[in-house]
Each structure stands twice: as C-alpha cells, then as structure tokens.
C-alpha cells in the first residue's frame, strides 16, 4: 500500500488498482506526448480514437468477445439500463424477470412501465437471502428476453451459473462483479455493468450486446437509449463520459496483464473463502445470506446484536478500514471485495474479526 492508503470496503464507488492510479497520475497533465490530460482533449481527435477503440480491443480480448457483440459505453450509470433494456429489447411486450435484490426489482418496476411483466422467480419474501436453482425459473417461452441480475450488490448473493432460458435472450446486471471471472458471452443477449464497483469510476455503463438484439428502434425513444444509434456512432452520438473510458481501459489492461479473468477469480475465491470459513468457524458473526447463493464480491454479515454491529463498525474504521457498514436493507456489515482488494486486505479484516470477538464475546 502506498503512504496514506486505507482498506476501502465500499461497495462502490470502490477501491482502484494501485497501478492503475499510479498510471493515470503519470499521464494527468501530458497524455501519451499530446501535451494534455485525457480529460482535455477532444474526443473526435486520434489520441482519443486510439483509447476508446482501445477500451473496447482490451475487453474483447479479456472476455473472449464472439465478434456478433457489440461493446456500447452509455452514460446514466447502470440504472439508465433499466430503461434502456425494455425499450430497446421488448420487441413483442413481454419480458421476464427474476427478482433477487434491490436493483433487480428496480429495474423490474422500470420494465413493467413498457410492458407486460412476468417475475420468473423470487426471493423477496426471505429479504433475498438467495437465488433461484435453475428448477425454481419459470421462464414464458415467448418472452422477448429474461432479466437477471447477477450479483446482488446489496444483499451479498450472486448467480452461480449462467441461467439457460432456451431460445430467450438473457440479459444480465453485471455491475458488481464484471470482470471476476470468465464468462461465456455467447450464453447471454446482453451483459452491462455499471463501471464503479469493479471497473473504473463512476459516469458510464459498459454494455456488450448481440447484434440481432439491436435495432428496435421504437417510437418516442430517448435518442441516447438507442442501441443501435450508440452501435453506429461508436458511442459518440455526442460526448462520451471520455475520462471514464479512459480509466475503464486502464483497469481492463491492469486485468490483462495480473492474468486475465482466471486469475480474478483464482483471487476472488481466495479473499471469499477466506472471509466465509472464518465466518462459519465462529457463532459470534452469522452470515446473512445463505451458503449456496454466498457473493464472491459482497460479504454480508452481523453479529446478531445492532448496538455491537454499531461498535464494530466504528472500531473498523479506528483501525484504517473504511465504508464496512452494511446497506440500510440488511442492516449489519458488509465487506465488498472486489478485483482491486489486496489478500493482505481480507486479511487485515479478520485479524480485526478476531480480536473483536475475543473483545466481546
Ligand atoms: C450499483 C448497482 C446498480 C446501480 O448503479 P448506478 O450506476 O448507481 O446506477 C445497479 N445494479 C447493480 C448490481 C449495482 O451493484
């Protein structure tokens, strides 16, 4: 850790690659010898050409990109998407959506203005400890696409599988844990993230979508909701979030090189693991959701007693760790681990783990 830095457990915006900002700092003042910051230049110039097509050559490469995907870089963040989706995918009206958290059922309530919406699953009832088994989806054959979202940023659950839905598109919410591991695009429609959990700062979606799936254009159709539109314009329909792109790149290349996505999740199963045996290991922490449905990226835990989850919290930041506090809808700590948390960073969370509870047991 450089001079100054803390462990940051925020769910997002979250912690950068050190390199990576190391890199971005090197080159703030004068870009690559253009003799301006990234931030100054204009996008319809060379230098800038060569990093926005750069951004998309480097996730292609890193995911595997069959070449009937496009890579769209929109603004609004991910929630933008929740719109966009069903405008630009809800060909015949319906479309199906699996319920597992917050942002799934927001974007379900966004959805359900443009259509007919059917819930293909949910664990509402259980404040959503879980995700669905493939057995538990029940998917209409005729839906236009199925919606999930694959790690419940909030409720620390993921997807373990990619849900097969036939011959219906999936389109996946992938905000919160892009880049943690390999993934069969050809498996999904679309696939978008929101890029300040796990790649790069706030101020854009990153969206990889399949060719045939674009060009719905509907009537009354924000222009920059448009698929197709961005697909045309390489996602410079007017001015892209440009420094935004620029970090993306920089964090897609940091992914690269430290191994690609295998590596991310050779590390993202060491820091989880770690996290979850001492969890198991003890009574006097309970995990909050269950075992099989448990999130690589968000560790969702309590003591089980509110004025000691309050201690806890406020004695981690005593000891230089920060944002542990869990989301006000599951109350109790969340610690969010994603590509850029060094080992030694889980590690300094349960050495604080333990010696809390032999302070308090
Ligand atoms: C954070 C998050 C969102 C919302 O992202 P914004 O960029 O704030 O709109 C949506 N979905 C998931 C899974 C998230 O983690």
Redesign the pocket.
């Known amino acids: 850790m450089s001079e100054g830095r803390i462990y940051n457990f925020s769910a997002?915006p979250s912690m950068m690659p050190l390199p990576v900002l190391e890199k971005a700092a090197a080159e703030m003042t004068n870009y690559g010898g253009s003799g301006m910051s990234v931030m100054e230049m204009s996008h319809r110039s060379k230098y800038y050409d060569d990093i926005i097509n750069g951004a998309q050559d480097v996730l292609r490469r890193v995911y595997n990109i069959p070449d009937n995907y496009r890579i769209l870089f929109m603004q609004g963040?991910?929630?933008m998407q929740f719109s966009a989706v069903p405008l630009n995918l809800m060909v015949t009206g319906k479309a199906d959506y699996a319920i597992t958290g917050n942002?799934a059922r927001n974007a379900y309530k966004e959805a359900k203005k443009f259509g007919d919406i059917h819930i293909a699953a949910t664990s509402e009832a259980d404040n959503f400890t879980w995700v669905p088994t493939p057995d538990q989806l029940d998917i209409r054959p005729d839906a236009d696409y199925f919606y999930i979202?694959a790690?419940?940023?909030i409720f620390g659950t993921e997807w373990h599988y990619d849900p097969n839905a036939g011959d219906v598109p999936v389109v996946a919410?992938m905000?919160?844990n892009i880049l943690s591991k390999p993934v069969d695009i050809s498996k999904y429609g679309m696939i978008y993230a929101?890029a300040?959990?796990n790649m790069g700062p706030?101020g854009m979606?990153v969206v990889i979508i399949r060719e045939d799936l674009m060009g719905h254009y509907r009537e009354n159709m924000p222009v920059l909701l448009d698929y197709q539109l961005m697909a045309d314009k390489n996602s410079m329909y007017n001015t892209p979030p440009t420094y935004s792109i620029y970090m993306m790149k920089l964090v897609t290349e940091w992914v690269e090189q430290m191994g690609g996505l295998e590596a991310m999740a050779k590390n993202a199963d060491l820091r989880s693991s770690m996290l979850y045996d001492y969890l198991d290991s003890t009574d006097f922490y309970k995990g909050a959701a269950q075992k099989a449905s448990r999130s690589r990226m968000n560790v969702t835990f309590r003591t089980g007693n509110d004025e000691l989850d309050k201690k806890f919290i406020q004695e981690s930041i005593d000891a230089g760790m920060t944002n542990l506090k869990g989301h006000r809808l599951v109350g109790g700590m969340r610690a969010s681990i994603y590509n850029a948390m060094p080992i030694e960073g889980v590690e300094y969370l349960i050495d604080f783990m333990k010696k809390f509870e032999n302070n308090n047991k």
């Open positions: 997002g963040g991910a929630t942002f979202c790690n419940n940023t919410d905000s919160s929101g300040q959990k706030a979606a």
